[in-house]
């Protein structure tokens, strides 16, 4: 794969790079000890998600309460398949460029 504009010189091993430290030869991390304090802190740490992590979590449990109409589904894949599901390309344009505007 030919990727254009990329600085390979700028690349390091990693046994030039002293601030990177990767895993042990098995790939355990977990016989690591915590970055800084002793081991017995490391139960006392915690976690805080923000708004955005919540509200993910609780829209990954409302799609099994969702309505469903299988009937529904089967004539859409059906007019898909056969060709005959109209497109508006240019609604189809404006709801991408609105997704777009979300991401940034």
Known sequence: MDIK???TNSLRPDS???????????????SRAPASGNASTANNDSVT??????????AAGAGDTAPFDAARVAELREA???????VDNQQLADRMIDLESLLR
Do not use: F
């Open 80 to 86: 898909i398949s056969s060709g005959n599901y109209p």
């Open 16 to 30: 030039q790079n002293p601030g990177v430290k990767g895993r042990d030869e098995s790939g355990n991390t977990a």
């Open 5 to 7: 504009g990329l600085n």
């Open 49 to 58: 998600l923000t708004g955005a992590a919540q509200a993910m979590n609780a």
